[in-house]
Every structure is written in structure tokens, then in C-alpha cells.
T-cell receptor, first 112, second 110 residues
Framework: DADVTQTPRNRITKTGKRIMLECSQT?????MYWYRQDPGLGLRLIYY???????NKGEISDGYSVSRQAQAKFSLSLESAIPNQTALYFC???????????FGSGTRLTVV | KNEVEQSPQNLTAQEGEFITINCSYS?????LHWLQQHPGGGIVSLFM???GKKKHGRLIATINIQEKHSSLHITASHPRDSAVYIC????????????FGKGTHLIIQP
């Protein structure tokens, strides 16, 4: 099994629908991140969490919310999806800035 | 906010060539990461650097802190090296993750 698992891998949804992207990890890392990747742009940080009780907004949090259900689980929700949220979404984990990051395989989300 | 610039944006080379990908950043950093994104989309961490040089197999990463510049080299390139290579930096002073470059799309032709 992968160290960081994202589900679903691909999702097509309609404008206005609520959707949840899930991330689970077996690395034992406290720090978890959600990033978004758009063509021609670098990955951008949506939300990050240092532990279950610590959740912080990133650069582009508007339109998104997150839940850290356990140390190993960090979910990203789009409350009312819109077409410009079509992107590739990555979950990542880390022990800290001076350690490496482990990325999930990504979720390709299309909002029509 | 740190600005991360990579060059070239696209690179096509022949199998066996020596490859260099460059990364420059605008603000002093605590750590720099090189990542590889496969055509299927998955991202793998290759190196994390805060100074000097690291080598893993045919991959070599160097960083010059004073010049705010890092390079990723691939020796004896192979078609399986074809991927997007991403530079990312951590500037410290908080806990807001990495700032990413836009990536270098590398194609190695047989």
C-alpha cells in the first residue's frame, strides 16, 4: 500500500455539488498539506495541519474547507464546486521543513 | 513571498546526454527540494538540500546559498528520466509549506 493514499483518483462533478477528497497516510507524520496544481502554474497550498487540533489556511483557501479526523486522515471539501476548481489536487505529509515530503498520487477533479 | 524560477521550462535531449535544470529563488531559504512528477501525475521527492551537494545514482543536486541558486543534473540520461522536475523551497518563519517553481518538462528521446 502507498504511504499516502488519496481517494478518489479521478472525479467528475457538477457545478454546485459538494465533494470531498480524502487523504490517509501510514507515515506517522504529524504535518499534512493539501495542494492544488493547475497547468502552467506551480503547486499552491490550500490548507495545512500540524496535528488534529491545528489547521491553517494556505495561499488559496477560499472555496475549500478541511477536516483532520485523525493523525492519519486529512480531508478536503469543496462545499459548492465551481468550474475553476478543476485541477489536480495533492495531499502531502512531512515530519518538518528540514525533512522530505511524501506526496499522494493526486486526485484529478473536473467540475462541469 | 519567495519567487521560484526554473529554467528551462522545456527541454528535449537525446539519450545519454548530460542534463542540467536550474532553479533560482528570491529570498533566503531553510531548505530546497527537487521533486519529480511522472506523466501519470504522481510526485516523488528526489532531494532535500540546505547546502552543498547530494548524489543519488545518476542524479546530482547542488545548491549555492549565497547566489540563491540550485541545479539538478542527470548524467547518462535515459528515456525513463522523462518527467517534470519541480524545485520547491521552504523559507522558514512559519509553517506554511513549500513554494514551488512551475517545473521543467524534460523529454529524453531514444
Amino acid at each position: 500500500d502507498a504511504d499516502v493514499t488519496q481517494t478518489p483518483r479521478n472525479r467528475i462533478t457538477k457545478t454546485g455539488k459538494r465533494i470531498m477528497l480524502e487523504c490517509s497516510q501510514t507515515k506517522g507524520h504529524d504535518r499534512m498539506y493539501w495542494y492544488r496544481q493547475d497547468p502552467g502554474l506551480g503547486l499552491r497550498l490550500i490548507y495545512y495541519s500540524f496535528d488534529v487540533k491545528d489547521i491553517n489556511k494556505g495561499e488559496i483557501s477560499d472555496g475549500y474547507s478541511v477536516s483532520r479526523q485523525a493523525q492519519a486522515k486529512f480531508s478536503l471539501s469543496l462545499e459548492s464546486a465551481i468550474p475553476n476548481q478543476t485541477a489536480l489536487y495533492f495531499c502531502a505529509t512531512s515530519l518538518g521543513f528540514d525533512y522530505g515530503y511524501t506526496f499522494g498520487s493526486g486526485t484529478r477533479l473536473t467540475v462541469v | 513571498k519567495n519567487e521560484v524560477e526554473q529554467s528551462p521550462q522545456n527541454l528535449t535531449a537525446q539519450e545519454g546526454e548530460f542534463i542540467t535544470i536550474n532553479c533560482s529563488y528570491s529570498v533566503g531559504i531553510s531548505a530546497l527540494h527537487w521533486l519529480q512528477q511522472h506523466p501519470g501525475g504522481g510526485i516523488v521527492s528526489l532531494f532535500m538540500l540546505s547546502s552543498g551537494k547530494k548524489k543519488h545514482g545518476r542524479l546530482i543536486a547542488t545548491i549555492n546559498i549565497q547566489e540563491k541558486h540550485s541545479s539538478l543534473h542527470i548524467t547518462a540520461s535515459h528515456p525513463r528520466d522523462s518527467a517534470v522536475y519541480i524545485c520547491a523551497v521552504y523559507s522558514g518563519g512559519g509553517a506554511d509549506g513549500l513554494t514551488f517553481g512551475k517545473g521543467t518538462h524534460l523529454i529524453i528521446q531514444p
